[in-house]
DNA sequence: CGAGTGCTTGATACCCCTCAATACGAGTGG
DNA sequence: CCACTCGTATTGAGGGGTATCAAGCACTCG
């Protein structure tokens, strides 16, 4: 029996220019899929409400903010990553794409496995990211946030020496998720950059040359010289 | 058929002394319920490893550290909530209790409804604590830790004008908690007083007399004058 | 009474924010 | 192809909010 219908953007990886794309639809038998577009706020159909959703490719933010507007970026989310629509309710928070998004909505009982460990990730995650926010001093919450984002987005997941990764946040998104100013953010790159511990041309493309130097930084055990 | 022994602590409310109390053991049929003492760091038992924790009475913290020794308290946790002892394996986080603790297990078929809210709680109130850490000033942080502890620990639940609540957390742990040190807490807790929005004489038990002034406070719309 | 522990208060330092100027890249139109 | 604009990033100067360091105080316990 079909469950719904699936709408899919075809996308084809931009060169550096403007991002073409083609729309179809297809029947889904069991799995339910989406496409977003970047710089949407994602909005769950209703009938999602309590669903679990993989990242099948792209980059979400999930974030909160004050009454009177300043942000903080609670998650950021890669390839593989599971988000639970029920945080999205009531305004808990709100998840938004950076780029071209592709959701693929879980099924409770066959993938139940992935959702456990999905859930227990997400709040070991929050759990870091609590202790980054309180506790840790700039150049280590950059650290942290690269070393972080190496992981998720460096092709082969990040496991080689030197990953190199599309950086889908701009500078005062980086902020808004590491508790810091935009200007502070830059002017930590630099000083990564002019260190050689890092290296970019593009503001949005990041290659980690000293990963160990990097992950003592960011553990807060380099000499602060 | 036994599921094991159940040790309990029968425990009256100190008058502001020291605690008196008898130690007894009996037999519990479905359910399993431990007292813990103050200041005991929590191993839950092997076989409760995955298992969800009700605190029938007293004070928890759940806390994490970094290697040179910073540490980073999540949440704090009173009668009624619900802690996760999968988050306390793998170094992930550790609980210490602040005063004589209950916690009784849940049965996971049973429960299953107060498990999942719990789940969602704690991942809510995770993502209200990193807007708290990374972007709220020290005054905004401290009304808001007051007026959680008060929904948590104050008689009634909070829900009065002008709740007076114990506070189980030493000034360092407050800091702890808020990403700040105790001297900056102590300077907050002060000024409230002077101004009147709180008062207390003994440092451990505070009372919240304007309870919408710190709630604009806490959300950031007082004036900074 | 003295020692110990936790809290308060003050003086100073410093990390990061704020404000401002400039640079850079992409897109647009002449 | 170049001038112009717009959005974002970088870099610098200065100030403010917390941290740090250091007394002194309040209370408990031996």
Redesign the pocket.
Known sequence: MPSGLRFMLEHIEPA???VPFRLTDTQAPFRQERWVAPQMTLVPPVQWRDAAVRIGRGCLIVSHELPDGRRQILDVLGQGRILFCSMLAHGTAKARSLTFTNVERLDEHSDRDAIEEARQLAMKRAYEHALLLGRK???EKVATALLDLADQFACGNGGQMRPSFTLYL???EL?DWL?????????C??DFKRKGVIA?????RITIREKTALRAIADGLAPST
Chains 1, 2 share one sequence.
């Open positions: 550096g220019g403007s001093k700039s150049t701009m500078r005062n902020a508790g810091l100013t935009l200007e502070t953010v830059s002017r790159l630099s970019f041309e593009r503001t949005d």
